[in-house]
């Protein structure tokens, strides 16, 4: 594929949507065509199992449940933006991949998915792809929680359904995407996330430049 997938990660109100533009923004300004895009919710129908995913009682479904139906949105977003514009050359970067879905619903939920189910699952939804860069943005799960609940107060719609987990869900998906970056250095960079936002866009920036030497 012509293109490259950058993705962002990271727990509840980690700032990476804000890096992800920015990055974006930058990208642009250097005649490099980007697609900003995100998980859940990166197509209509994603859209609708968002709706589903992000709002409501944090019981209503388990974390197999789950995470299938966050492999049908991610399958949906390969298939209809990922690969389509990776194709044209764009570089897609993405609010959130399949880390999300390791950190969440394997770490966050204490293992009881089956790990190597996880894998397989990844393989039916993208087979050997991956993304060529991801950052993982790092911060104390109390600072973003009080982030995530203040920027709730200006939705219409209170996508608060993984907030409102206890506070040990939130250490143990913190714990987990550092897992994942020990385990893939080549792809993961993770970047303290509790820095002031110029300063975290100048670390992605350089990370960028170096990687992929533009
Ligand atoms: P966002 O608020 O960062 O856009 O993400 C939506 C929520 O979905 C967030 O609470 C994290 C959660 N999520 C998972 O639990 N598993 C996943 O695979 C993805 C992509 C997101």
Redesign the pocket.
């Known amino acids: 594929m012509l293109g490259r997938f950058i993705t962002f990660e990271g727990g509840?109100g980690c700032g990476?949507?804000t890096q992800a533009s920015l990055l974006s923004a930058y990208l642009q300004n250097k005649c490099i065509k980007t697609v900003l895009t995100?998980?859940?919710?990166g197509t209509p129908e994603g859209q609708i199992l968002?709706q589903l995913?992000?709002t409501g009682d944090k019981d209503k479904f388990d974390a197999i449940s789950?995470c299938l139906l966050?492999c049908a949105d991610r399958r949906n977003h390969l298939n209809k933006v990922v690969w389509p514009e990776m194709k044209k050359g764009k570089w897609v970067i993405s609010?959130?991949?399949?880390d999300?879905?390791e950190a969440?619903?394997y770490y966050?939920y204490e293992k009881r998915v089956d790990f190597a189910t996880l894998q397989g699952l990844y393989k039916i939804v993208a087979g050997d792809f991956k993304p060529d860069l991801t950052f993982i943005l790092d911060i104390e799960p109390e600072k973003g929680m009080r982030r995530s609940f203040a920027k709730a107060q200006t939705m219409e719609v209170k996508?608060l359904?993984?907030?409102s987990r206890q506070i040990e869900f939130h250490h143990n998906l913190r714990q987990g995407f550092l897992e994942i970056a020990k385990r893939d250095p080549e792809r993961c960079v993770v970047i303290n996330a509790d820095a002031a936002i110029e300063e975290i866009h100048r670390r992605i920036v350089e990370t960028v430049t170096e990687k992929f030497g533009i």
């Open positions: 509840e990476k949507s995100k998980e859940p919710g968002r995913l992000v789950e966050y609010d959130r991949y399949a999300s879905t969440y619903q966050g996508e359904r993984f907030e």
